[in-house]
């Protein structure tokens, strides 16, 4: 019975470790190095940390943040824009959007699409 033993470990840990673990998950730590920080099993770390991202899913009130301006159809838009052209403007790409949006969320977008805005070779005019 996996589930049994799963439980069992997980209520042996004090809230203030539950914490530790949580935290240093959080912070990016591996399972191993958190079940060495605080001597317990990487099994009760492992459990301990899924169990509270399955919680803390629904803990988050749905509908809260800020309200997106473009849908994710425009998100894709904005990314294929930039690979067909890669020359084509912030300014550019906000008016064929058609939705006002700041020129910060289109280079997120295009951040998460490893897209990275290019600058153009400036070369100093030769005289002759």
Not at 52 to 76: C, L, P, Q
Request: charged letters at 25%; glycine letters at 8%; a positive charge.
């Amino acid at each position: 019975m996996p589930g049994k033993r799963a439980r069992r470990h997980f209520s042996q840990l004090s809230e203030f470790e539950r914490g530790l673990i949580i935290g240093m998950k959080t912070a990016g730590w591996s399972t191993r190095r958190v079940a060495g920080q605080v001597y317990r099993s990487e099994c009760a770390v492992r459990n301990c940390w899924e169990q509270w991202t399955r919680e803390a899913i629904h803990a988050r009130k749905t509908g809260s943040g800020v309200t997106r301006k473009a849908t994710r159809r425009e998100d894709r838009r904005i990314v294929r824009q930039a690979l067909v052209d890669p020359t084509v403007t912030l300014s550019t790409m906000r008016a064929d959007v058609g939705v006002a949006i700041v020129p910060q969320t289109i280079s997120r977008h295009l951040a998460e699409g490893n897209l990275k805005s290019k600058c153009p070779f400036s070369a100093l005019p030769l005289s002759p």
